[in-house]
């Protein structure tokens, strides 16, 4: 089990998350992948300078050459190592955490998340203190890359047939939460034709304006805006843009399950094939994906699982239910501009609302809790429940244990990081899911 990486890479407090922590970590990332170029992109958390140059420092020392692109939007730093040949990428990041916490993002060639076993084989050097070091005269050379946004940015204006969005002209309220989304998203939205009214679209590491995590709480501000301008739409991102949220032209919150069956039901329109999607979503997803005639593929939850798949399978799209929603014809990472940009063309392209569209979604209800419980009890408990439950309904154990019934499941999963099982349950209705969620909740507790 990893000791520090996550689902997708490292984060922490600067007790935890040193300058000669990072070093070290990035040495021995810098050896696991065998030197080569490695794009080093930040948000603007106000420890992000005193980071990256500890990382620079640790790739240097284990062979790497290091092509800073400076503050950019973690989707920008994924698009770009695979356009640009890297070896690797790190962002210094800690996504929608507070202020005080940051993070190591690491990627491979192919621009994909490393995931928390490949993360294991790292830690493996970063114990052993096993690294790789340059000789004095072969250290490679930190060199400064300027076109990043720019040509993140062409490839989005790509994607989208701008006409239909010329001709609608809609309102659209933003709010880049002081994070990243603030360097592409206001100009986009502008130059595909948005009356666009900004929140928070100054990049500010303290987050004066909102917590960085796009929740209905901290997003009150953006859909008060939406419902006092009567815009069309609102949309939110999250610290480092690849999560999006939208808010419909009533102000009404949209889950990320809905958006994402939405930009499901977007892509396979566009083309016919696979959908990747995490075992903790909505089975409104399962039902768009069926009824536009793709095949569905459930993966472990975390970005990086998502992307390896979608790679494996040359998929049309894959996302899970936070917001996350990655187009593999554009790059192997979530990207929450070219989500929100789908949207928009979606909406100007029918001529209808955001609240109509999702209506059409097939509408699931859901519950979810927790039991704590100590974590070395964690996978004796999985695997009593899956004994226990196996007869009630189609289980799956990708990712703690998925029990499937005809139109309804629940999940129960260890949580990473705290003492907890986190139990999950989505139905027809309100209360068969309430009562799902209350027969298994019991059933986990009999077993601790
Ligand atoms: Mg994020």
Same mark, same amino acid.
């Given at each position: 089990?990893?000791?520090?990486?996550?689902?997708? %890479?490292?984060?922490?407090?600067?007790?935890?998350?040193?300058?000669?922590?990072?070093?070290?970590?990035?040495?021995?990332?810098?050896?696991?992948?065998?030197?080569?170029?490695?794009?080093?992109?930040?948000?603007?958390?106000?420890?992000?300078?005193?980071?990256?140059?500890?990382?620079?420092?640790?790739?240097?020392?284990?062979?790497?050459?290091?092509?800073?692109?400076?503050?950019?939007?973690?989707?920008?730093?994924?698009?770009?190592?695979?356009?640009?040949?890297?070896?690797?990428? #790190?962002? !210094?990041?800690?996504?929608?955490?507070?202020?005080?916490?940051?993070?190591?993002?690491?990627?491979?060639?192919?621009?994909?998340?490393?995931?928390?076993?490949?993360?294991?084989?790292?830690?493996?050097?970063?114990?052993?203190?096993?690294?790789?070091?340059?000789?004095?005269?072969?250290?490679?050379?930190?060199?400064?890359?300027?076109?990043?946004?720019?040509?993140?940015?062409?490839?989005?204006?790509?994607? !989208?047939?701008?006409?239909?969005?010329?001709?609608? $002209?809609?309102?659209?309220?933003?709010?880049? %939460?002081?994070?990243? $989304?603030?360097?592409?998203?206001?100009?986009?939205?502008?130059?595909?034709?948005?009356?666009?009214?900004?929140?928070?679209? *100054?990049?500010?590491?303290?987050?004066?304006?909102?917590?960085?995590?796009?929740?209905? *709480?901290?997003?009150? %501000?953006?859909?008060?805006?939406?419902?006092?301008?009567?815009?069309? &739409?609102?949309?939110?991102?999250?610290?480092?843009?690849?999560?999006?949220?939208? !808010?419909?032209?009533?102000? %009404?919150?949209?889950?990320?399950?809905?958006?994402?069956?939405?930009?499901?039901?977007?892509?396979?329109?566009?083309?016919?094939?696979?959908?990747?999607?995490?075992?903790?979503?909505?089975?409104?997803?399962?039902?768009?994906?069926?009824?536009?005639?793709?095949?569905?593929?459930?993966?472990?939850?975390?970005?990086?699982?998502?992307?390896?798949?979608?790679?494996?399978?040359? $998929?049309?799209?894959?996302?899970?239910?936070?917001?996350?929603?990655?187009?593999?014809?554009?790059?192997?990472?979530?990207?929450?501009?070219?989500?929100?940009?789908?949207?928009?063309?979606?909406?100007?392209?029918?001529?209808?609302?955001?609240?109509?569209? !999702?209506?059409?979604?097939?509408?699931?209800?859901?519950?979810?809790?927790?039991?704590?419980?100590?974590?070395?009890?964690?996978?004796?408990?999985?695997?009593?429940?899956?004994?226990?439950?196996?007869?009630?309904?189609?289980?799956?154990?990708?990712?703690? &244990?998925?029990?499937?019934?005809?139109?309804?499941?629940?999940?129960?999963?260890?949580?990473?990081?705290?003492? #907890? &099982?986190?139990?999950?349950?989505?139905?027809?209705?309100?209360?068969? $899911?309430?009562?799902?969620?209350?027969?298994?909740?019991?059933?986990?507790?009999?077993?601790?």
């Amino acid at each position: 089990m990893a000791k520090y990486f996550g689902t997708y %890479g490292i984060r922490g407090k600067l007790d935890t998350l040193t300058p000669g922590f990072t070093l070290r970590m990035c040495s021995a990332f810098g050896t696991y992948i065998r030197g080569g170029r490695v794009l080093v992109g930040r948000d603007a958390r106000l420890s992000g300078t005193m980071l990256e140059h500890a990382a620079v420092a640790g790739l240097l020392s284990a062979g790497c050459e290091v092509l800073g692109l400076g503050i950019v939007p973690l989707p920008t730093l994924e698009f770009e190592i695979k356009r640009l040949s890297a070896a690797g990428g #790190l962002m !210094i990041t800690a996504s929608h955490n507070p202020p005080d916490w940051n993070g190591l993002k690491f990627a491979d060639k192919d621009g994909i998340g490393i995931s928390r076993e490949e993360g294991e084989r790292i830690e493996r050097i970063f114990e052993k203190g096993d690294f790789n070091t340059a000789e004095w005269n072969k250290l490679g050379k930190v060199e400064h890359y300027s076109l990043a946004l720019e040509e993140h940015a062409d490839a989005l204006r790509k994607c !989208i047939e701008k006409r239909h969005i010329l001709k609608e $002209a809609p309102k659209v309220v933003l709010d880049c %939460g002081n994070g990243t $989304a603030s360097l592409i998203a206001p100009k986009l939205f502008k130059e595909f034709g948005c009356r666009i009214t900004t929140l928070n679209a *100054q990049l500010d590491g303290s987050f004066p304006g909102r917590n960085s995590e796009p929740t209905p *709480q901290n997003l009150k %501000g953006l859909m008060d805006a939406v419902v006092a301008l009567n815009a069309d &739409m609102g949309v939110a991102w999250d610290g480092d843009a690849d999560r999006v949220i939208f !808010i419909d032209e009533k102000g %009404g919150y949209i889950y990320g399950d809905k958006s994402f069956a939405l930009c499901v039901d977007i892509a396979l329109r566009e083309r016919k094939g696979y959908v990747v999607t995490t075992v903790a979503t909505s089975n409104a997803v399962a039902d768009v994906t069926k009824e536009r005639g793709g095949l569905i593929e459930y993966v472990k939850v975390g970005g990086p699982y998502l992307s390896r798949r979608a790679k494996e399978l040359n $998929a049309v799209i894959a996302g899970e239910e936070a917001g996350g929603v990655l187009w593999p014809a554009v790059h192997l990472g979530k990207d929450g501009f070219l989500t929100a940009f789908k949207v928009l063309e979606r909406i100007c392209k029918d001529g209808r609302s955001l609240s109509s569209l !999702i209506a059409d979604m097939p509408a699931y209800y859901n519950a979810k809790t927790k039991v704590e419980c100590p974590a070395e009890k964690k996978l004796a408990i999985l695997r009593k429940f899956k004994e226990k439950v196996r007869r009630d309904g189609r289980i799956n154990d990708l990712d703690g &244990m998925r029990v499937d019934f005809e139109d309804s499941w629940v999940i129960v999963r260890a949580s990473g990081t705290e003492n #907890l &099982m986190r139990i999950f349950a989505e139905a027809k209705s309100q209360k068969k $899911a309430d009562k799902i969620l209350r027969k298994y909740k019991r059933i986990v507790e009999t077993l601790r």
